[in-house]
């Protein structure tokens, strides 16, 4: 069974810094795509940052410069490194993975976290 295991989420201060982590857990054949969105209250779930097929990232422009997206393809981990956080950052930070079970899928399977809290306030 796939699952996305995410930590790191927590309470910091405007200025702060917070470091996000996702491993994919279970047998798969490869990660096509992964990355974080986040859903603030009262909002639509936006895309924050992501590892696309290929290895280009993308960054919703009010992270840039602030966050950055990395990983570690042997421990199929991503991680987000939350600089100078800013209250509007606050909101429930999602880690998702669209992944290929089986060599010779054409099917791309696509699995969300249980959700990280991330709370920027003095």
């Known amino acids: 069974q796939v699952q996305l295991v995410e930590s790191g989420g927590g309470l910091v201060q405007p200025g702060g810094s917070l470091r996000l982590s996702c491993t994919v857990s279970?047998?798969?054949?490869?990660?096509?795509?992964m990355g974080w969105y986040r859903q603030a209250p009262g909002k639509e779930r936006e895309l924050v940052a992501k590892?696309?097929?290929?290895?280009?990232?993308n960054y919703v422009d009010s992270v840039k410069g602030r966050f950055t997206i990395s990983r570690d393809n042997a421990k199929n981990t991503v991680y987000l490194q939350m600089n100078s956080l800013k209250p509007e950052d606050t909101a429930v930070y999602y880690c998702?993975?669209?992944?290929?079970?089986?060599?010779?899928?054409?099917?791309?399977?696509?699995?969300w976290g249980q959700g990280t809290q991330v709370t920027v306030s003095s």
């Open positions: 279970g047998s798969i054949f490869s990660i096509n795509a």
């Open positions: 998702n993975a669209a992944v290929y079970l089986y060599r010779g899928d054409s099917y791309e399977y696509d699995y």
């Open positions: 590892f696309r097929r290929g290895g280009t990232t």
